[in-house]
């Protein structure tokens, strides 16, 4: 797996509506894709919200992980589930326990507990892929709201800007180097 988020790829998918929410009749959404280094695939993902309900709600991000193409099977990938929602400092992600109907698939043999990532090599691989989607999925834009204007001057980015930058991760706690935690 790469350090950074420049050395992947995201390409993304198809993307449905699903039906409309229980509690306000807004629509639900879901987008696909792949990422990759120019070597390989590295994880398919699947985001699922309800347009207008990041703030209250969120979204619940599924990856796959592992090998792809000839050769490869359930056997060769692992899921990951990942809650994203709006903290008091802008968006953030956490790692989740997967649902019980969701421990194993047609795509991975294995659904990883939160315990089974936090705290281990693979949670870096984690957040660089969801790094990744939080900058190269456009599909996405009303997960990642644009940062705030401020008069000068200002540590948020420019108001123009559809992305914030992302800082660098510690690779095991997946902290990132200014002390804002994501999976805890």
Known sequence: ???TTEQLHVA???ERTTGRCACCGRVSRIVMGMISTAEA??????????VGHIDTLGAEIDLIIGRWGDGASAADRVAVRLHHFIGPNGPAVMVQDPPPNRATSELAAQALLRDEVIGTPRAAEVFALYDALAVQDVRLAELFPPAQTCLSPCAHSPADRARRLLRPRDPISGRTT???SRGR
């Open 41 to 50: 695939d590295l994880a398919s993902y699947l985001v699922h919200w309800t």
């Open 178 to 180: 200014a002390g804002r």
């Open 12 to 14: 993304p998918g198809s």
């Open 1 to 3: 797996m790469s350090d």
